[in-house]
């Protein structure tokens, strides 16, 4: 079969991983890399095994292309509309890094470019291709704990890279946008309910609009910079109703200092209609106690088989569904509706926030 020629927009920390994932990947060729950085080319050309890429400067330069078929689009997520709509308008196949925008509207023209061009357009909801997220969604299934009633997560981390846009709500839509779709897209897909209504209370603790904030990072390769000009939350609580009557919980701080000094890192759980619990914990184990037969499993799952170098669990599962759904022309399970259902809870709990009331998300959707 022939190889899939592919270009990638943006080779930051997401956009370098995807890079260097599809290069070990027979089914597809690193044919152009287009980023203005030049440190993070050469980053990434470092870890190339199997391409070796044109480089360029200008996204524009590639629309025309006639040996190119798929691009990945790994831009600050402003930008998301302008380059997916073009790409996909030229008729390429899409893999877009989430949030699928910071906007409903930049969302909504989005999908409708890649339902009028007939071409695949996949969202970086990695955790839906995670083995240990999958086997959560195989144990209700099986219906271990019957439907799910209660969910929550805990996302107490360090801040996001010291890149001046994540600051900026303007561009990045909020730090629960930008952050927070992939665990609210986990609430959907385990209680398999429709969301109704969003209600958040959030702030600023630590980083604060208007004053010095040193911003350091434990996981990007950008250094630590002052930014002064923070207009998003360093911490949130948000609640979801679903239209079954369950509810999901989140709590997010932006502020440790160092990451996970305790080991807990990211915990999601859920509690079924049984009385039975389910807690994965730092995207590795999966603890399940109670229930009808009272039994306590304790699950060490292969998160390295799925992802590359450390990155995402589902990281490298993704990739290769993405060409799947290339060759075979078919949908992604992170599709752009996926993605869109997760933003509105987002941007509803940003909205919460702001004018400090429940908000529906029909206000959102139109």
Same mark, same amino acid.
């Given at each position: 079969?022939?190889?899939?020629?592919?270009?990638?927009?943006?080779?930051?920390? @997401?956009?370098?991983?995807? $890079?260097?994932?599809?290069?070990?990947?027979?089914?597809?060729?690193?044919?152009?890399? $287009?980023? @203005?950085? /030049?440190?993070?080319?050469?980053?990434?050309?470092?870890?190339?095994?199997?391409?070796?890429?044109?480089?360029?400067?200008?996204?524009?330069?590639?629309?025309?292309?006639?040996?190119?078929?798929?691009? +990945?689009?790994?831009?600050?997520?402003?930008?998301?509309?302008? +380059?997916?709509?073009?790409?996909?308008?030229?008729?390429?196949?899409?893999?877009?890094?989430?949030? =699928?925008?910071?906007?409903?509207?930049? $969302?909504?023209?989005?999908?409708?470019?890649?339902?009028?061009?007939?071409? +695949?357009?996949?969202?970086?909801?990695? *955790?839906? *291709?995670?083995?240990?997220?999958?086997?959560?969604?195989?144990?209700?299934?099986?219906? !271990?704990?019957?439907?799910? #009633?209660?969910?929550?997560?805990?996302?107490?981390?360090?801040?996001?890279?010291?890149?001046?846009?994540?600051?900026?709500?303007?561009?990045?839509?909020?730090?629960?946008?930008?952050?927070?779709?992939?665990?609210?897209?986990?609430?959907?897909?385990?209680?398999?309910?429709?969301?109704?209504? +969003?209600?958040?209370?959030?702030?600023?603790?630590?980083?604060?609009?208007?004053?010095?904030?040193?911003?350091?990072?434990?996981?990007?390769? *950008?250094?630590?910079?002052?930014?002064?000009?923070?207009?998003?939350?360093?911490?949130?609580?948000?609640?979801?109703?679903?239209?079954?009557?369950?509810?999901?919980?989140?709590?997010?701080? @932006?502020?440790? #200092?160092? !990451?996970?000094?305790?080991?807990?890192?990211?915990?999601?759980?859920?509690?079924? /209609?049984?009385?039975?619990?389910?807690?994965?914990?730092?995207? #590795?184990?999966?603890?399940? =106690?109670?229930?009808?037969?009272?039994?306590?499993? &304790?699950?060490?799952?292969?998160?390295?088989?799925?992802?590359? @170098?450390?990155? &995402?669990?589902?990281?490298?599962?993704? !990739?290769?569904?993405?060409? #799947? $759904?290339?060759?075979?022309?078919?949908?992604?399970?992170?599709?752009?509706?996926?993605?869109?259902?997760?933003?509105?809870?987002?941007?509803?709990?940003?909205?919460?926030?702001?004018?400090?009331?429940?908000?529906?998300?029909?206000?959102?959707?139109?």
């Amino acid at each position: 079969m022939e190889k899939i020629k592919m270009a990638f927009i943006g080779v930051g920390d @997401m956009g370098s991983h995807h $890079c260097i994932g599809f290069d070990l990947l027979e089914d597809s060729e690193v044919r152009y890399i $287009c980023d @203005m950085n /030049e440190a993070n080319v050469a980053r990434t050309l470092a870890e190339l095994k199997n391409s070796n890429p044109t480089i360029v400067s200008d996204y524009r330069e590639l629309l025309a292309k006639e040996d190119l078929d798929a691009v +990945v689009i790994s831009v600050p997520n402003y930008l998301h509309r302008e +380059v997916a709509v073009a790409f996909l308008e030229a008729g390429k196949h899409v893999f877009l890094e989430k949030p =699928v925008a910071h906007t409903i509207e930049d $969302c909504d023209a989005i999908i409708e470019a890649a339902e009028a061009s007939g071409r +695949v357009l996949q969202i970086g909801l990695v *955790y839906r *291709y995670s083995n240990l997220y999958r086997r959560m969604e195989k144990e209700l299934e099986n219906g !271990r704990l019957g439907d799910v #009633k209660l969910m929550w997560c805990k996302e107490f981390r360090d801040p996001f890279p010291p890149a001046d846009w994540f600051y900026d709500k303007s561009k990045s839509g909020g730090a629960i946008v930008e952050k927070d779709c992939h665990h609210f897209d986990i609430f959907n897909w385990m209680i398999q309910a429709k969301p109704v209504r +969003v209600f958040a209370s959030g702030g600023q603790h630590v980083m604060k609009q208007g004053e010095p904030n040193r911003i350091q990072n434990s996981y990007s390769h *950008y250094p630590t910079k002052e930014i002064s000009d923070t207009s998003i939350v360093d911490h949130a609580f948000i609640t979801i109703d679903y239209d079954n009557g369950s509810k999901a919980n989140l709590g997010l701080c @932006m502020y440790l #200092k160092p !990451r996970n000094l305790m080991g807990e890192g990211l915990e999601i759980g859920l509690i079924g /209609e049984n009385g039975g619990q389910m807690v994965a914990r730092n995207d #590795k184990t999966i603890d399940i =106690v109670g229930g009808q037969d009272w039994t306590k499993d &304790h699950l060490d799952i292969d998160v390295s088989s799925d992802s590359i @170098m450390g990155g &995402h669990t589902g990281g490298q599962t993704q !990739r290769i569904d993405f060409l #799947k $759904c290339v060759q075979e022309g078919r949908q992604p399970f992170a599709s752009a509706q996926v993605g869109r259902n997760a933003l509105l809870i987002a941007l509803a709990a940003e909205k919460s926030i702001l004018e400090e009331r429940y908000v529906y998300l029909e206000e959102i959707s139109g």
